[in-house]
């Protein structure tokens, strides 16, 4: 009994890989566009450094430019040398790596479209808190 139920279950995840994997392909492809036709020194000229709402547009911008973590360092550098705050540069960051506007077909096909929603909107909203405390925290910083 028990090893049928393994085969079952191998079975069905067998299945559930191979529906899912042309959505994660062209999502995956999808972000590698995006992040080669929006190179880190148009964001940063694009980010107003300095503003109070700067923020919340960095969060908008990580948003949909998901991109890789370690990606993510390099960005950071570039914004810190273009003077950008660093709660504008938190929030980037942050929602660079957790939210994926890109990525919510995938996310959504896998885990549900209500889950996917939920995780990004939080995620989002966690992003620029985040930044702001950030800001408080580490006051020094530019």
Known sequence: MQASKVAQTAKQTAMTFAKTFPIVL????????????????????ALPM?????????AVVGS?????????????????????SLATITALIVSWVTVGIVHLPAEAAILGTRFALWRNAISFVLAIMMAYVIAVLVPGMP
């Open 26 to 45: 062209g999502v995956l492809a999808l972000a590698s566009l995006v992040t080669t036709a929006i190179p880190p020194q148009s964001i940063s000229e």
């Open 64 to 84: 949909v430019a998901a991109g890789h973590p370690l990606t993510s360092y390099v960005l950071a550098g570039e914004l810190t040398a273009a003077g950008a």
């Open 50 to 58: 300095e503003s109070v709402f700067g923020p919340v547009f960095a």
